[in-house]
């Protein structure tokens, strides 16, 4: 069973379309995390909630929303989707929240925005 | 703020030659360093963590890494490259206080050769 599961793997879309990816962890996990990977391959942080809380908010556009129905679960919205919306999201859990935790990663969603 | 530099965006070895890919850091409170690796088409792995307990930290798939502080290094070694080392790999950083939030660096190709 995959630990970190991400759905669709591929969406293609048109600009100012709205869309979701969903992610699903079997590990028991209390914190998940939303990453951006830009075409330059440079990760950075979106979101992190921790027991359907949202600890981490990193000033993305509020067109971005997470939405964490249980601690197993952490979708991403998107609305009215950009251009600079293409990349690739990583959906990560750990164990706990603190700094010194091993994440685990999905194997990404790649959106592109035409 | 908290940043990593990762120097060379590829690196190229020979099979059974040595692997050093280097990463230095800045960050304004002891840090928690890491090593991920990206195969193609996967999430992130984590090879290994340092922690502030022992300085030389070893993982998996014979890779290792010593926390420099005088040099804010932490640079990655092994000793003899193996095919299926070929991949993505990217040191991040994260305060020694609060919540996991990872900041990457801008990774490191590497590529092996028979």
């Known amino acids: 069973d995959t630990a970190v599961s991400q759905t669709p793997k591929y969406l293609v879309t048109q600009m100012g379309n709205d869309k979701s990816i969903k992610c699903e962890q079997n590990l028991g996990h209390d914190t998940m995390y939303w990453y951006k990977q830009d075409s330059k391959k440079f990760l950075k942080i979106m979101f992190s909630y921790n027991n359907k809380e949202l600890i981490i908010n990193e000033t993305v556009p509020n067109r971005f929303s997470p939405k964490s129905p249980d601690k197993a679960h952490l979708n991403l919205h998107i609305n009215s989707l950009e251009l600079g919306d293409s990349a690739v999201y990583f959906c990560?859990?750990?164990?706990?929240?603190?700094?010194?935790?091993?994440?685990?990663f999905g194997s990404g969603t790649q959106l592109s925005v035409l | 703020a908290q940043s990593v530099t990762q120097l060379g965006s590829h690196v190229s070895v020979s099979e059974g030659a040595l692997v050093l890919l280097r990463c230095n850091y800045s960050s304004s409170v002891p840090p928690y360093l890491f090593w991920y690796v990206q195969y193609p088409n996967q999430g992130l792995q984590l090879l290994l963590k340092?922690?502030?307990?022992?300085?030389l930290v070893k993982g998996i798939n014979g890779f290792e890494a010593e926390f420099k502080k005088s040099e804010t290094s932490f640079h990655l070694t092994k000793p003899s490259a193996h095919m299926s080392d070929a991949a993505e790999y990217f040191c991040?950083?994260?305060?020694?206080?609060?919540?996991?939030?990872?900041?990457f660096g801008t990774g490191t190709r590497l590529l092996v050769s028979p």
């Open positions: 340092y922690t502030s307990a022992a300085t």
């Open positions: 990560a859990s750990s164990q706990f929240r603190s700094a010194n935790e091993k994440l685990f």
């Open positions: 991040a950083v994260s305060q020694n206080t609060g919540f996991q939030k990872l900041v």
